[in-house]
């Protein structure tokens, strides 16, 4: 499996971006996917993940803010991050695990595929 990310970019608060992560190697649909995020200095952190049965897992900070979709006939995972803050600034990593019971699914270490990374910055 392997996992590309893309859309990242320098954007003041308050901005929007789309991040997108496709999927290659195998069907993906079943899997859970979702994103990560590292900032500097800092512990990676779950931001947000699609479960198997489709369900959305946002961190307490994004609720409100950012959107995870998918494409299944892409292989796609889009997030859409809205209503920017410089605390959002980070290095997003799309990844995919196969089942995972639900508090498995904020740990770094239950997702065995992991994007490049692309780097989101957001000016004050």
């Known amino acids: 499996v392997q996992l590309q990310a893309s859309g990242g970019g320098l954007v003041q608060a308050g901005g929007s971006l789309r991040l997108s992560c496709a999927a290659s190697g195998r069907t993906f649909s079943s899997y859970v996917m979702g994103w990560f995020r590292q900032a500097p200095g800092k512990e990676r952190e779950f931001v947000a993940a699609?479960?198997?049965?489709?369900?959305?897992v946002y961190r307490d900070s994004v609720k409100g803010r950012f959107t995870i979709s998918r494409d299944n006939a892409k292989n796609t995972v889009y997030l859409q991050v809205n209503s920017l803050k410089p605390e959002d600034t980070a290095v997003y990593y799309c990844?995919?695990?196969?089942?995972?019971?639900?508090?498995?699914?904020?740990?770094?270490?239950?997702?065995?595929?992991w994007g490049q990374g692309t780097q989101v910055t957001v000016s004050s």
């Open positions: 699609f479960t198997r049965t489709g369900n959305r």
């Open positions: 990844v995919l695990a196969g089942s995972l019971i639900s508090s498995a699914l904020y740990s770094s270490t239950s997702y065995p595929y």
